[in-house]
């Protein structure tokens, strides 16, 4: 009891950061994380469906050829577009892995099998060297 006591701060620290991880855990916020070779093998071999959540601004000035784009917001409403992917690879992508670490915790619950989340999103895939279109 002394212990918790003196210190207080280090096991409230250790107490919040645990929970925080049960929180993404059961919250299904925790996504699959793919580097940018597992996302090109998904796409090459599964013919994985690639979605963009980035805003129209940011989609615009860049964006991996055949990717449809959602933006984040707007994803909920524009479920039925994607319907039909629900049992094939689907790989969310952002500027840097964040929102689409959210977007996939949304298609989970909306019945989503393969959910992954491109890691360092659209700037590691640039950084690999990999095509990129503004059409």
């Not at 409230?12 to 993404?24: D, I, K, P």
């Not at 059961?26 to 979605?51: C, M």
């Not at 615009?60 to 917001?73: C, K, T, V, Y």
């Amino acid at each position: 009891m002394d212990f918790i006591q003196q210190n207080l701060i280090w096991v409230g620290l250790a107490v919040v950061s645990g929970g925080m991880l049960l929180w993404q855990t059961f919250s299904g916020a925790g996504s699959k994380n793919i580097s940018v070779s597992e996302a090109t093998l998904l796409i090459n071999r599964q013919d994985a469906l690639i979605v963009d959540v980035r805003e129209t601004a940011e989609w615009s000035a860049g964006h991996i050829p055949n990717a449809r784009h959602i933006a984040l917001g707007h994803l909920g409403k524009h479920l039925s577009e994607i319907e039909k992917f629900k049992d094939k690879p689907v790989i969310l992508v952002c500027a840097s892995g964040n929102r689409s670490g959210s977007a996939c915790g949304m298609l989970r619950k909306a019945g989503f099998q393969q959910v992954f989340n491109l890691q360092g999103g659209i700037r590691s895939w640039s950084d690999a060297g990999l095509p990129m279109t503004k059409k």
